[in-house]
Structures are given as C-alpha cells and as structure tokens.
C-alpha cells in the first residue's frame, strides 16, 4: 500500500460535493495544504432536479458562486407553481426578487465547477472512497483509502447523506422523519425541448410530487413518501409511479398536455431530515449533508452545504491560529440552522390541512422525534 508524500500539515477534506469544494478552496486560499478526496459518483445517489433559489449578490460573491453559476449549462427557475394546501395551482413568480431568478442546475458541471475553484486555489485532488479512519500515533489521522493509506492533522467530514468520517468515528447522528424520493425522468418525443421554467410542487394524501426542467431538455418528477406507507411501495415500479402521478392532477396535466413519456424506471434515494448530535470533534468536523440534512421541500441543501462548507473552513483556520472557541461557534451555529430549517418545513406542512389525518401529514405534526 502506499502513502502519499509530504502529508504534514495536511488536512484531508473527504467528499468532492459542494460542502466539500467548498470547504477545501476555502482552506486553499488560506494557504493551507488541503487533500480534496472523492468517491466519484456513488450509484443510488440523487441526481438532477435540484434548484437553487435567487442568491443576493453578496452571498454569490461571498460564496465565489457568480462565475459556477454564470458558465454552466443551468437553466434559469423563474418560480414555482404549487397546489398545497388548495388544489389551486398558485404561482410564485421570482420576477419581483431583487435578486432575479433562481437556477435549475446540472449538478455533475455545478459539483465540476466548485472543485475546479478548490484545485485553481491549490487544493491538491484525490480520488478513492474512504474505506477506515483510525488516529495516528503522532495526532491527528490515518485514512485509509483503496490504494493508499494518507496521513492527515485534520478531517473533515463532507461526504454528503453517507457521511463516512462520522460513522467511522461511530457519532450519533438524529433523523427528524422517514422520508423516501422516488424520481423518474422524462422527455418529449422527438428530442423537443420544453420552454417551462417553474418548478411544480403538488401534495396529495400520500405525500407530495415535485418537478422541474433539466438542462439537456428532460424533466424529472420526484414523489415524496414515507418508508413503510404502502405508497412508497408502490412508486417503486414504473406502473406504480406512473398511477401515482395521475392522483397528482396539475403534474399529470403537464405531463400529458407537452406529451412526456416516462425514461426508465424510477429509483429511489434516502431523503430524510437529519442532524449530528455533534458536528465537530477533536480535530474533525462536518459540513454539508454530513452534517445535518435537509427537507428537499426547502430545497435549501445546496446553499446550506456551500454555505456551511465555507463556515466550517473558517472556523478550521481560525483554531488553527489559536482561537480555541471557533470550532465550537461553528458546531452551535450549525445546529441552531438545523432547529431553524426545521421549524421552517414544519411550518410548511402545516398549510396543508386537507389529509390532516393521514400518516403521511400526521407525522408532520407530532413533536418533533428522533429517528436513529
Ligand atoms: C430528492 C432530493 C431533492 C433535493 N432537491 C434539492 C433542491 O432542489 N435544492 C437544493 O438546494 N438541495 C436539494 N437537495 C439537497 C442536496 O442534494 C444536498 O443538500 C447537497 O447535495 C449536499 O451537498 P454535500 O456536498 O453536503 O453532499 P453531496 O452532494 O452528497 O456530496 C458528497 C460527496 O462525497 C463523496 N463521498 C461519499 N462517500 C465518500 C467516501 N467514502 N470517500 C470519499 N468520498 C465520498 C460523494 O462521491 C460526493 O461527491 C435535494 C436532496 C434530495 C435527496
């Protein structure tokens, strides 16, 4: 096995998504001699259909986000369309945001981008799942990945939902429900493209249904459920999923009217909510999905992980000068996000009161409990 050279000093980010890019050009621009480690992409993972909302331009700057944003393929989200709580289709047009519109984004070019910035800022690359952690004789970090073992001062936790860092040191970690995505994509015959650019959020008894334009001309429907609810058995077949949209009148409407015919079948992805008990420790920390995930509802997770990302790579830089309370400021201002996102999706849920009683619904307003 080898070790890679020179790894004083190192801090070893595992987790090339955006908490991770983030957090590594951070470092990088600090002067720091940071390791960006990805898997690469892991099959069953979400992929596309993710929106950002309009970003004030002094977040995007602060963020370095302006450029990712303005070079890649993403289509501009100019709102969303939702039938919640009535089955009135009400829109919420982004035209009257100071900050113009939002993005449906190409995430393998949006992740592409922000790791490209981590390396330009002089993060070195490495690819390879993390496979152990153990502490090293001298302080700090042994990892051992596929090919080679590396020795790092600092780790920090980026993986995104497996958030491997933190299971291999064995760290609780609270799931606030049980939510399950299952999305299929579709397109329009003969390669067509659709002009819409709103996303579609409709609730049901069982849950609810999203969809969005992606780049490249396909749309992606997602329905939300809950493990164990017979629905979430259900949408697991193309049949299924394909019924399920049609008790979703406003997405089925779409569908049908532009002529979308389903491609493949649909997977599904973990989608639940959930924080660590403690995001940092000696000398780790977690950022992004790692660290607390989010309701998709929100659709609040890719600006929470660059967002926390960066925080978490400032707080590193301040300890690592003296500051002894930064880490801890950090690990408090990521729960205290965590409480807000959630009282947030809460109150969400609430203005739907038509299926109060079933499971799905009811769940949503039970005090909060934690899954483990
Ligand atoms: C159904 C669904 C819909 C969503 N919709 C939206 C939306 O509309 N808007 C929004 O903002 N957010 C949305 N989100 C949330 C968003 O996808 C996440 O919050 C975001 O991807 C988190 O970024 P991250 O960098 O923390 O983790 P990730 O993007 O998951 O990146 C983690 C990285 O770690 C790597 N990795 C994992 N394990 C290892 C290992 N052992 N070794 C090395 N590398 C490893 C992976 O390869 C990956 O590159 C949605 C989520 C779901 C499930």
């Not at 890649?72 to 100019?78: E, V």
């Not at 153990?134 to 497996?162: H, I, K, M, N, Y």
């Not at 959020?201 to 429907?221: D, F, K, M, Q, T």
């Amino acid at each position: 096995m080898d070790s890679l050279p020179d790894d004083s000093g190192l801090i070893a980010v595992v987790g090339g998504g955006p908490a991770g890019a983030v957090a590594a050009a951070t470092l990088a621009r600090q002067g720091r001699r940071v390791l960006l480690l990805d898997g690469g992409p892991r099959p069953g993972a979400f992929a596309g259909g993710e929106s950002l909302p309009p970003l004030a331009p002094a977040l995007r700057h602060e963020l370095r986000l302006g450029q990712v944003l303005a070079e890649g393929p993403h289509l501009p989200c100019y709102g969303n369309a939702a039938a919640w709580g009535s089955a009135t289709l009400h829109h919420h047009s982004f035209i009257r945001s100071p900050y113009g519109a939002g993005w449906h984004l190409d995430r393998p070019t949006f992740d592409a981008a922000l790791r490209a910035q981590a390396y330009a800022a002089g993060a070195m690359p490495a690819t390879g799942q993390l496979r152990a952690l153990r502490a090293a004789p001298a302080g700090g970090w042994c990892l051992t990945l596929p090919a080679a073992e590396l020795q790092a001062d600092w780790v920090l936790d980026c993986s995104g939902r497996s958030r491997v860092v933190s299971r291999l040191l064995g760290q609780p970690y609270h799931y606030a429900d049980q939510l399950v995505a299952h999305y299929l994509r579709y397109r329009l015959p003969d390669g067509q493209a659709d002009a819409e650019r709103l996303t579609l959020v409709e609730s049901s008894p069982w849950g609810w249904g999203h969809s969005a334009g992606l780049p490249g001309g396909e749309r992606i429907v997602t329905l939300f459920t809950d493990a164990g609810q017979p629905m979430t058995r259900q949408v697991n077949t193309l049949a299924g999923f394909v019924a399920a949209v049609q008790e979703l009148p406003h997405l089925a409407q779409l569908l049908a009217g532009r002529g979308y015919v389903p491609l493949g079948v649909p997977r599904a992805t973990d989608a639940r909510s959930g924080c660590l008990a403690q995001p940092a420790g000696e000398r780790w920390l977690a950022a992004g999905d790692a660290a607390m995930a989010f309701d998709p509802l929100g659709a609040q997770g890719i600006l929470a992980a660059v967002s926390s990302g960066h925080q978490a790579a400032l707080a590193l830089g301040q300890a690592l000068v003296g500051d002894d309370k930064a880490i801890g400021q950090y690990a408090q201002r990521v729960q205290q996000q965590f409480a807000r996102l959630q009282a947030q999706a809460r109150e969400h849920y609430g203005q739907e009161r038509r299926w109060a009683e079933e499971p799905f619904w009811r769940a949503r307003k039970a005090p909060v409990k934690a899954f483990s």
